[in-house]
């Protein structure tokens, strides 16, 4: 089995990071804001793996369980919140619930 | 603090007092604070002369505080009082005491009496600062100091527009002069780095000679302030319109005291003033130009307070004229002698126009001689001193003038003549008035109204008994100045014709006769409305001459044009430009903090791929 290249590797760590960044920017959903994230956040560790097998080194893979752990976490919150928002605001849409006002 | 110290600082204590309790006083304690305190400073000056007539050096000075220094000159707050000074304190002081005691009962039913009387008495400390400052930016204070009063007691009564609108003109007016010696004290400083009067006259005529350029210009620039100030030509139109104040404010500012500044400028200024004999004489055209002037205008007036105007400004000119010829003791003692006088016709009038419910038209009083007897006798009092009749104080004063003129190196006798036609024309409008306003029969007021019913007698009459005694007596004191005006001209008079004196004294006669004729019809009106021919001539001089047209054609509309075309100031377009500039940058900046989250997302992920992009590139 011949050893996937870096490049590649990276190349899809960025699509697949852009693709969770412009969702996180042009979704108004909040739950798929979320969604975005995680995509970002799987984005980053795959580039950690990548990255870890290339150079034969555990610390990859030790800072991909480090991500998983805490997009775990982070779910659990946001999860909680949207519910909790849905429940008082009966809406997830981030422009309507946005209280800054500039 | 020696006494002299203590002089301006009553009226200012009084000044504070008033203007800060306001309307809480009744009008006894305000009038019996604002004359008592100008009661203290007459007192004060009293004593401080007589310790000057003991005193060795003939001067008395005393520092309070230094004000500031510039490079080597000191500027400091400190009086210094030599024979011209005494006499102007003592005028200041003493006349300004009679006129308070009488604007008391004058002005006691004003709703506004104690802001009255609390700039009156800012004005005594101004004045008081002026004739009694040791250099030439203490006076420029109290100088600034006496405009300011002047302003605001011209537009006392706000509420009129003309008021305000004279007080505004007499304030821009005066303003045109008093640059004029702010510029030339500038230049004295540059040139003789000293402020000091005393240092100024006596250094200025060790460094310069008699016709040098420096002083010329110096001197000139300070005659500019003083023609300001003391209305003569070409800065004089704002003094008729200045009668728009209270009477007691044109008896006390714009007759006896503060337009006299002028001439007191000029006397102080002396050793700047004799190295330049062009601006000597300058002076005396100036003065001569302005008494005709003002006695033709004074000719063909209706209001009583503006023929008494013009005639402040014809004896004004006079001062002017006994400067220019170098007879300096006899101006300052005309000076003095015309406080009384004009006071006491200023004061006289302001009792009359009280009688006839303030009315101020000449052509519509007449009789007034059997209704109000005492003010008539007063009245007479005063115009026989302005027209220099033997034995009047004015007679001593102005004979005194004349008597330098003919034969003086920067008058002569064009001058004299112009002198004596003044003095002809002074007792024509006299005559004029006294027969307008005395003779005859009353045209309009049947009735007077009894001036002691609501004012008290006592101080609205007894000021005008004590002015009329120092108006026909005032020509006894006998002032020396032998101390302070070193160069004392000498008259040939062996040179003289022997007709001048004689004609002198004559001319006033003549006038009275000239108008004894003339103006017949004035005099034996029994009782039909009189009004003035409506000739162009007479318009003419009733507008002072048209120089309130001219400067208003000349200097008002054009500039009133050119800001009504920059009405968007160019140059603050290019200051705004700045403003501009900002908000723009601000308003972009605020656009970006919208609130909204996800704009800020994309704002960091564009600003990563950018810097990312300039890294890699």
Redesign the interface.
Known sequence: MTAIPLNHVLILACILFSIG?IG???RKNTLFILMSLEIMLNAVGVAFIGAGSVWQQADGQIMFILILSLAAAEVAIGLALLIRMQRRYQSLD??KL????? | MSLLAWIPFYPLISFLLLIALGRRLSWGLASTLSIGAIALSAISSGLVISQLASADSGIISVKLWSWFSLGSAEVNFSFYLDSLSAVMISVVSGVGLLIHAYAAAYMKNDENFSRFMAYMNLFIVAMLILVLADNLVLLYLGWEGVGLCSFLLIGFWYQEKENVLAARKAFIVTRVGDTAMAIGLFLLFKSLGELNIAAVNVSASSLWQIGDELPYWIALLLLGGAVGKSAQLPLQTWLPDAMAGPTPVSALIHAATMVTAGVYLIARMQGVFLLSPEVMSYVAWVGALTLLLAGVAALAQKDIKRVLAYSTMSQIGYMMLALGAGAWSAGVFHLMTHAFFKALLFLTAGSVILALHHQQDLFKMGGLLKKLPVESGLFIVGLICLMALPGTSGFFSKEAIIATLWSSPTAGPVLWWGAILGALLTSIYSCRLFFLAFLGASREHDKVHDLHHDHPTVLLRWPLFLLALLSLFGGLISLDFTEVFAVASSVDAAQEPAWLHPLAIATPFIGIAFAWFFFKSYRDNNGEALEMKPGGLNRFCGDGLGFDWLYHSLLVRPYCFLAAINRRDIIDQLIMFNGWYVRLWHDAM?AS??????WY??GI?LAVVCLAGVTTL
């Open positions: 960044f996180v920017i042009i981030i422009d946005s209280e800054m006002r500039g | 605020s903090q919208n609130g909204s989250l996800r997302a994309a992920g």
